[in-house]
């Protein structure tokens, strides 16, 4: 799969929302937040269809929230497994850490 064949959109509701994936044969991969304290947003869960595992997709959801972070000024709580090892991945995202 090439970064041409999918994009991540952002679905808000009143106190949270998601990040999504639609994937071939109508699969989807998503990661999912509340609005936590002083406007953070608290990752939760990040799921990747089996077969689709291995492809950077969870990478791509979490790379969006980054985006989003530094673009709109909020902080993250990575309470995702997934979500946290990324953070200790990246250094540099420390300052977008709640």
């Known amino acids: 799969m090439s970064d041409s064949e999918f994009t991540v959109q952002r679905e808000n509701g009143t106190d949270g929302g998601r990040y999504v994936m639609q994937l071939d044969g109508g699969a989807e991969a998503e990661m999912t937040y509340r609005t936590g304290p002083n406007g953070a947003m608290v990752i939760d869960h ?5 077969q689709f595992e291995g492809q950077g997709i969870a990478a791509r959801l979490v790379n969006a929230a980054i985006g989003d972070a530094r673009a709109e ?7 995702c497994s997934y979500v946290a090892a990324q953070f200790r991945r990246h250094p540099e995202w420390a300052d977008l850490r709640a």
């Open 73 to 79: 000024g909020f902080k993250i709580t990575p309470l």
């Open 46 to 50: 990040t799921g990747v269809p089996r």
